[in-house]
T-cell receptor, first 115, second 114 residues
């Protein structure tokens, strides 16, 4: 059973438009969420994160929204650029008492931004 | 900093052979993680170490898999004997406590077992 789900395997967006990538989770103990970006033949790289005490975090063109009641988070990229074409992974962790928690990853969404 | 270093980048071997994957974490990082990525299961954690000590190996699929971290700058993941279903990309990652789980990944080793 997947604790972190990315139900869209792929997404295609026109350059300049908004990309919205979605992620759902089932474990209510998760208190920290991260998005990673992965190019072919490279390892995932950290993009942006959000704590469960917030509902939004913004970093330049990237914004992550968290809806705890729905156990849902989304990554918005505005405006989308061809260089954003990559696989995006959603990840979640439960840090008990400040100790290091494991990251649970979704299966990823492949974003293609067309010029 | 060179980032997390993994070797080899590609490994092709025959079923039954021993395979050893290597990882050098970022200097100063006290956590090291081994992941496996497959189409079916996505990115799954195999084992992680804290200060060279294995903390959670519940993700290691079978006794054929073993991992060691003899010192703070080196870790190995060994598969013996290897099977075709072990074919996957294996990633190593590292971080420090207090980094909110922002893990830094290596480029991965693509393993093909024939």
């Amino acid at each position: 059973d997947q604790q972190v789900k990315q139900n869209s395997p792929s997404l295609s967006v026109q350059e300049g438009r908004i990309s919205i990538l979605n992620c759902d989770y089932t474990n209510s103990m998760f208190d920290y969420f991260l998005w990673y970006k992965k190019y072919p033949a490279e390892g995932p790289t950290f993009l942006i994160s959000i704590s469960s005490i917030k509902d939004k975090n913004e970093d330049g063109r990237f914004t992550v929204f968290l809806n705890k009641s729905a156990k849902h988070l989304s990554l918005h990229i505005v405006p989308s650029q061809p260089g954003d074409s990559a696989v995006y992974f959603c990840a979640a962790s439960a840090n008990y008492g400040g100790s290091q928690g494991n990251l649970i990853f979704g299966k990823g969404t492949k974003l293609s931004v067309k010029p | 900093d060179a980032g997390v270093i993994q070797s080899p980048r590609h490994e092709v071997t025959e079923m039954g052979q021993e395979v050893t994957l290597r990882c050098k974490p970022i200097s100063g990082h006290d956590y090291l993680f081994w992941y496996r990525q497959t189409m079916m299961r996505g990115l799954e954690l195999l084992i992680y170490f804290n200060n060279n000590v294995p903390i959670d190996d519940s993700g290691m699929p079978e006794d054929r898999f073993s991992a060691k971290m003899p010192n703070a700058s080196f870790s190995t993941l060994k598969i013996q004997p290897s099977e075709p279903r072990d074919s996957a990309v294996y990633f190593c990652a590292s971080n420090v406590l207090g980094s909110h789980n922002e893990q830094f990944f290596g480029p991965g080793t693509r393993l093909t077992v024939l």
